[in-house]
């Protein structure tokens, strides 16, 4: 399979190509608000397998899922309460990824998530307009496992070649600081991972959220 590069300059033209991919069951490189990602669609194990070999990575590291709003959280977690609602006000579009319980009928093969499902809205508006023609992806970041995340669509292309059939080419991303991971599924909210969002805006965003 050969790979197009698209400047999301032209916008439609790169919509088309991204979403007629990921239709078809490809992978694709697109950007967000952290790094480059790879992504798939995510009602497709088929296709999230295919993610997953292109980095090289095992079905133990199942993709987080970028969803256009965060309606379509609700969609496909269960027990959301009034933390997610303030930290989707605080931190939504923004890089602030969710893990909540995956309602029993979610038909994703994403690995083993077991009954959880990790989920974000990108601060990037043409990613947030591709979603919403796509519907929801699995996204990780565009690189090989181990290597350093893609910045540019170029080092994107060095690392995954045409195990991704279309790149679309926003320039350079803002940096390799990723998301920010808050657990949500227990009684009390974990933090996963620190990235770009602190303990300590958690907090503000959502008084006694994240115990000292």
């Not at 979403?19 to 069951?25: H, K, N, S």
Request: aromatic residues 2%.
């Amino acid at each position: 399979m050969n790979h197009t590069v698209i400047d999301i300059a032209d916008a439609e033209a790169a919509h088309a190509a991204a979403t007629a991919a990921v239709a078809a069951g490809e992978v694709i490189v697109l950007p967000t608000d952290t790094v480059y990602g790879v992504g798939a669609q995510a009602t497709s194990g088929a296709a999230v397998q295919r993610l997953l070999d292109a980095k090289r990575r095992g079905r133990d590291f199942p993709p987080p899922v970028l969803v256009a709003e965060v309606g379509m959280v609700r969609a496909l977690a269960t027990g959301t309460d009034e933390r997610l609602d303030g930290l989707a006000a605080a931190f939504w579009p923004g890089a602030l990824t969710v893990v909540l319980n995956a309602r029993e009928t979610l038909r994703m093969d994403l690995g083993e998530r077991g009954a959880t499902i990790a989920v974000r809205v990108p601060d990037h508006d043409f990613t947030r307009e591709l979603l919403r023609r796509t519907g929801p992806l699995a996204v990780s970041s565009a690189n090989v496992h181990g290597e350093e995340p893609a910045l540019t669509v170029d080092a994107a292309v060095a690392q995954l070649g045409d195990s991704c059939s279309v790149y679309l080419d926003a320039g350079e991303m803002g940096g390799p600081v990723p998301s920010t991971i808050v657990d949500l599924t227990g009684p009390r909210a974990r933090v996963l991972r620190e990235g770009r969002i602190t303990s300590a805006q958690l907090n503000e965003a959502v008084p006694g959220l994240i115990e000292d």
